[in-house]
């Protein structure tokens, strides 16, 4: 993952160790404001780790229902002063929000509510070997390195039918991740039929939402999954996987660090996908 700017920074701390306190650095993520204006209207602004921010802008704005591809968008820039976007629609921002019915998320932003009736029921023939889902959460967390420096940030990655790696991406926020992913599909025209991913989100309604709008079929995490997420799932004929552990892997509990002896997942909706 590359960034024009550190996406961590060191600080010092105290670290209790057989009990004492002792000096210590640790590496801490950066978190940067990022004011979206769109043709020339604030739209929001988005607390973000810094990277792939011209992606975020992209998957935010589809997410919201402000774009239906990255063809909409005629002019994206990322300043110091934030993202400005000027977009080809007839209507402006301000009216389209005052149409738009909004709702406080599980993870305490705003998101744009989406009747599930209008939401696409996804076509498509994909069919993934289990070991290929714990193949792709293994190289998420190899990859992710922004976690293995900071462990302050959720990932996500996407993969095609073939396994090939298609994208990583890292942010403080799970939805940022989300938006990431789907930008940088819409930015490099990828057909997300022929895709999965994998996050270390929870998959609450909002996030499977997104994931149904950009028509990826597949999304496996290595946490919980909500029941109106596995409603949305359903209804769109989404497969989606929760608790994903490989064996040999390690979760660290309060008290104590609990390694999988074999391996684990949960199946909740689109179980046909899976060999």
């Excluded at 005052?98 to 209008?118: D, H, M």
């Excluded at 498509?124 to 792709?136: H, N, P, T, V």
């Excluded at 002896?261 to 996908?273: C, L, P």
Aim: hydrophobic share 40%; with cysteine; glycine share 10%.
């Amino acid at each position: 993952m590359t960034s024009e700017i550190p996406a961590a920074k060191t600080f010092k701390v105290k670290i209790l160790e057989d009990g004492k306190f002792l000096s210590a650095e640790t590496s801490v993520v950066i978190e940067k404001d990022l004011p979206i204006y769109v043709n020339g209207e604030h739209l929001a602004t988005a607390s973000v780790a810094p990277s792939m921010e011209k992606e975020l802008v992209v998957g935010y704005l589809f997410g919201q229902g402000f774009i239906e591809n990255a063809g909409e968008i005629t002019k994206l820039e990322i300043t110091e002063k934030g993202a400005t976007a000027i977009l080809s629609m007839t209507d402006t921002p301000a009216n389209r929000q005052a149409k738009t019915s909004y709702r406080i998320v599980s993870g305490g932003g705003r998101t744009a509510y989406f009747e599930t009736s209008t939401l696409p029921r996804i076509k498509s023939g994909l069919k993934i070997a289990r070991e290929d889902i714990f193949r792709a959460m293994n190289l998420l967390f190899e990859k992710a390195s922004l976690y293995g420096e900071t462990g302050g940030v959720h990932s996500a990655a996407l993969f095609d039918s073939g396994m090939n790696l298609l994208c990583v991406v890292e942010d403080i926020g799970r939805h940022n991740t989300l938006d990431k992913l789907i930008g940088f599909a819409l930015l490099n025209n990828i057909d997300c039929a022929g895709t999965f991913m994998v996050s270390t989100g929870r998959m609450a309604s909002e996030m499977v939402t997104k994931i149904a709008r950009a028509g990826i079929p597949l999304v496996a995490t290595k946490t919980a999954v909500t029941d109106r997420g596995i409603e949305i799932g359903e209804k769109c004929r989404i497969t989606v996987i929760g608790f994903v552990r490989d064996a040999g892997s390690k979760m660290l509990t309060d008290m104590e660090v609990r390694v999988f002896r074999k391996a684990e997942m949960k199946i909740y909706s689109g179980a046909h996908r899976v060999l």
